[in-house]
């Protein structure tokens, strides 16, 4: 029911910021809670951030919190990540998802193809 498409990745210096997007397609998508998750290499997937369907609770890990924005925008079915002072660990895919308001992966039911943020130190 909801396809995932994920932009705003890149190549940035410690200290910068990027906005990653999270275009989703049907109407249905404001029946999910939103996630993102970050995966490095030889890392296992790691929670970063979700937002329920009305836009009204966020959960952050810890690693993020302060630095980072999750939000939505459910009238263009978009979820956002600000992200602030990026660091060097900071550096990996990042995966948009659609389901259950947790930190945990198998909770979401569609996923994204993932965009690539690397931060140099």
């Known amino acids: 029911q909801v396809q995932l498409v994920e932009s705003g990745g890149g190549l940035v210096q410690a200290g910068d910021s990027l906005r990653l997007s999270c275009a989703a397609s049907g109407r249905t998508f404001s029946n999910y809670a939103g996630g993102w998750f970050r995966q490095a290499p030889g890392k296992e997937r790691e929670f970063v951030a979700a937002?329920?369907?009305?836009?009204?609770?966020?959960y952050y890990a810890d690693s993020v919190k302060g630095r980072f924005t999750i939000s939505r925008d459910n009238a263009k079915y978009t979820v956002f990540l600000q992200m602030n002072s990026l660091k060097p660990e900071d550096t990996a895919v990042y995966y948009c998802?659609?389901?259950?308001?947790?930190?945990?992966?198998?909770?979401?039911?569609?996923w994204g193809q993932g965009t690539q943020v690397t931060v140099s130190s």
């Open positions: 937002i329920a369907r009305s836009g009204g609770s966020t």
């Open positions: 998802a659609a389901g259950s308001f947790t930190g945990i992966a198998r909770d979401y039911n569609y």
